[in-house]
């Protein structure tokens, strides 16, 4: 069986490949909690399933226009750009979920102590 090495052309080419496992990861994991959640605000599956589609239906229509705003400047300042602003919405999204969660088991205690 032949052996396969792996050369990296950088010293810091572990360091980069790591980041981007570590963040494939993360937004797996996020895609895999989100719809969880929604699941568990409803009684049924629907909103999931609208928010799933149009979830896909922005990546299909977006993604050649963030394509073409990134081909217009420079990459790197652009996708850091685009990492910040990823970073950034995913605590928000979290933060409105818990918030959604807070006010849905209060309501419900409240109508249990009536």
């Known amino acids: ?3 396969v090495t792996i050369s990296f052309s950088s010293p810091f080419a572990p360091a980069l490949y790591a980041s981007c496992v570590a963040g494939n990861l ?15 605000l409803h009684p049924s599956l629907l909103p999931v399933a609208i928010m799933g589609f149009f979830a896909k239906l922005a990546i299909i229509a977006g993604g ?16 850091n750009f685009l990492n910040t602003v990823q970073v950034n919405i995913m605590p928000l999204t979290s933060k409105e979920t818990v918030q959604l969660y807070r006010n849905l088991f209060a309501d419900s205690s409240a ?4």
């Open 26 to 40: 993360v937004e797996q994991l996020w895609n895999f909690a989100w719809p969880s959640a929604i699941a568990l």
């Open 64 to 79: 050649p226009l963030v394509g073409k705003l990134m081909d217009s400047f420079p990459r790197l300042p652009a996708y």
């Open 1 to 3: 069986m032949p052996t």
């Open 111 to 114: 109508s249990f102590r009536r």
